[in-house]
């Protein structure tokens, strides 16, 4: 596979209302859109890195300043056979699977146009649509029980609302009075520690289908002793950045259910690594999302589909986060079911005309 250019942009979109979680409230969503031209065929990629390194470590200036010097040069000059090399191949390069996976999405993308099948072909996926769920920052209590009513309405199989000390108990008290048998978990962003016990053992008693990441954003000891203390199944997400550290979580028994975000691991072929090793240990997975574009969003439908993906994810309609999408198609869902976008890749084209409008840095980089 012949690599001809590649293209950054840096786009911003705001989000039709402000989203609040434990660590920050995002009014607009900055992300890194990038395009491998390859023999005629395009694909596309995002990267769900912030502007400031709020959720891990990275942050977009660095890893524009990755993608432009070190890892899309090495693309470019090299090309490569099949997009399942390319991790091992930038294993030089420590860390930042957000930047690394921007460009490794989009490369699998053209690959999968190029074949002229859809990607959730190349990833052993079989289903056409997907269940998704719903992920609601925070609000008053009053408004949030309002907001989960609507989405239950919609459909939405899995409800899940951001925590953190001092909005949690009572937040969940009230949600679950009025909705005692939908199928709810809470987020915590890592806003609480072990000194806190006795608000999570509190949490126990709401019957959730478990709890994410409830410690901080890299441990696993602490969360492996938690899970020994609460009957709610603990989830992690941030702690998991590549399948090692996945199976070093499982082996520790630090979660019972896997969060996976392509971004967050490193690409798509560490996802296949990581659904293999969930799916032979029989840990369920849900793909998590980091409101992502119509790019981003595509290609968490697509991966999804793997069999693996037991649990409804954040692959919710996109209307619910932007007015308007940089894709041309509209990746709704209907009843709590996402349709998977039809046609070869991820089945999505640019909306160019938007897409100029929200740009705000281009960089072409050609053979």
Do not use: K
């Given at each position: 596979m012949r690599i001809d250019e590649v293209e950054l942009r840096l786009v911003r979109l705001p989000y039709r209302s402000p989203f609040k979680t434990s660590f920050a409230e995002e009014r607009e969503k900055h992300a890194v859109i990038v395009t491998v031209r390859s023999q005629g065929v395009e694909g596309y990629g995002e990267?769900?890195?912030?502007?400031?390194?709020?959720?891990?470590?990275?942050?977009?200036?660095?890893?524009?300043?990755?993608?432009?010097?070190?890892?899309?040069?090495?693309?470019v000059a090299n090309g490569c056979e099949h997009p399942s090399q390319l991790v091992a191949r930038w294993a030089g390069w420590r860390g930042n699977p957000m930047a690394k996976t921007a460009l490794e999405l989009a490369v699998w993308d053209c690959y999968a146009r190029q074949q002229g099948v859809p990607l959730r072909t190349l990833l052993g996926g079989t289903r056409t649509e997907i269940p998704v769920g719903a992920s609601l920052g925070m609000n008053t209590i009053p408004e949030t029980v309002e907001n989960v009513r609507r989405h239950v309405e919609q459909g939405y199989q899995r409800i899940k609302l951001k925590i953190e000390p001092g909005w949690d108990v009572q937040l969940l008290a009230a949600v679950r009075?009025?909705?005692?048998?939908?199928?709810?978990?809470?987020?915590?962003?890592?806003?609480?520690?072990?000194?806190?016990?006795?608000?999570?053992?509190?949490?126990?008693?709401f019957g959730l289908h478990y709890i994410e990441q409830p410690l901080h954003w890299d441990d696993m000891v602490e969360h492996a002793h938690l899970a020994t203390l609460l009957h709610t199944n603990i989830c992690l997400d941030e702690t998991l950045t590549s399948p090692a550290r996945v199976k070093a979580a499982l082996d520790l028994g630090a979660c019972s259910v896997v969060n996976v975000k392509v971004g967050r691991v490193g690409g798509l072929q560490s996802v296949r690594e990581i659904h293999d090793m969930c799916v032979g240990l029989g840990v369920p997975m849900w793909c998590g999302g980091m409101l992502e574009t119509g790019i981003g969003r595509a290609h968490n439908i697509h991966l999804a589909t793997m069999p693996g993906f037991v649990y409804p994810?954040?692959?919710?309609?996109?209307?619910?986060?932007?007015?308007?999408?940089?894709?041309?198609?509209?990746?709704?869902?209907?009843?709590?079911?996402?349709?998977?976008?039809?046609?070869?890749?991820?089945?999505?084209?640019?909306?160019?005309?938007?897409?100029?409008?929200?740009?705000?840095?281009?960089?072409?980089?050609?053979?």
């Open positions: 990267g769900v890195m912030d502007p400031f390194p709020h959720y891990r470590e990275e942050c977009i200036a660095g890893a524009w300043h990755l993608l432009r010097n070190a890892f899309v040069p090495e693309l009075a009025e909705f005692p048998f939908i199928e709810l978990t809470v987020d915590a962003n890592s806003a609480y520690t072990l000194a806190d016990i006795g608000v999570l053992r509190e949490i126990d008693q994810g954040d692959t919710a309609s996109a209307s619910r986060t932007y007015a308007r999408d940089i894709v041309e198609q509209a990746l709704e869902a209907t009843q709590g079911i996402m349709p998977v976008p039809e046609g070869p890749g991820i089945g999505v084209t640019l909306d160019r005309p938007f897409l100029n409008e929200v740009t705000e840095q281009t960089e072409v980089v050609r053979a």
